[in-house]
């Protein structure tokens, strides 16, 4: 597939990303870190883009490992939010830390930040999934509304979807099984997740479409 086809269909996240400022003052706080997300992923696809055109691809390298955490961080927050973890601070800034530390160490041990940091890459999308199945099952047996008018649903699934894959190419790009793959599965793999990218991007869009109003407080006098 083209590159620049592969980049229009990368810019597909700008959906979510419009339809999140512009509701950004009437919708729940809870959610800013979705819509933040949202807009980190955007502009990194455009890095993305402009190193490569410039001839700097492996500047984005770097680029991709502070993503990376940052990703991580910010879904994180999103279900400290939603009362994942029963909404005790102290667990989500020990899962950040633990994160943190992970990433850091991999980065200074073993790649230099020059390289992917390919096992924190692989330890944080299996959290991810891990969390949003959790959530998803928390939604559907305790919140009434409809499960396709809930916004969790549709992150949930697009969290499931993109990170199933995400692990699929991290684990192919690992040494240890990386000469066991043939190219044109590789080629083929890189092509479902430019697809399923564009599929989990429009649920992120309609997920930004649900999301829910500030609920307003009025004085009782």
């Not at 955007?42 to 490992?65: C, K, M, Q, S, Y």
């Not at 928390?138 to 699934?157: D, G, L, Q, T």
């Not at 479902?192 to 829910?212: E, F, R």
């Amino acid at each position: 597939m083209d590159g620049t086809v592969r980049f229009i269909l990368s810019l597909s996240i700008g959906i979510a990303v419009i339809i999140g400022i512009v509701r950004f003052r009437r919708i729940a706080s809870s959610y800013y870190p979705f819509i933040y997300n949202c807009i980190a992923a955007l502009t990194v696809e455009i890095l993305n883009r402009i190193l490569t055109l410039t001839g700097h691809p492996d500047a984005f390298i770097l680029v991709e490992n502070i993503f990376s955490y940052t990703d991580f961080y910010l879904f994180l927050w999103l279900f400290h939010n939603w009362g994942l973890f029963n909404r005790k601070k102290w667990t989500f800034l020990t899962i950040a830390g633990v994160g943190f530390i992970i990433w850091f160490l991999e980065g200074i041990l073993l790649t230099g930040f020059i390289k992917h940091n390919l096992y924190f890459f692989t330890l944080y999308a299996f959290a991810l999934i891990f969390f949003s199945v959790s959530t998803f099952n928390k939604a559907v047996v305790h919140e009434r509304i409809s499960i396709f008018k809930n916004p969790k649903f549709w992150i949930c699934i697009g969290i499931i979807i993109f990170y199933s894959f995400f692990i699929l190419v991290v684990v192919m790009s690992i040494s240890l099984f990386k000469h066991n793959v043939s190219k044109e599965f590789r080629r083929g793999v890189w092509a479902i997740g430019v697809y399923s990218n564009l599929s989990v991007n429009v649920l992120y869009a309609v997920a930004a479409i649900w999301i829910p109003r500030k609920k307003s407080f009025t004085s009782l006098f």
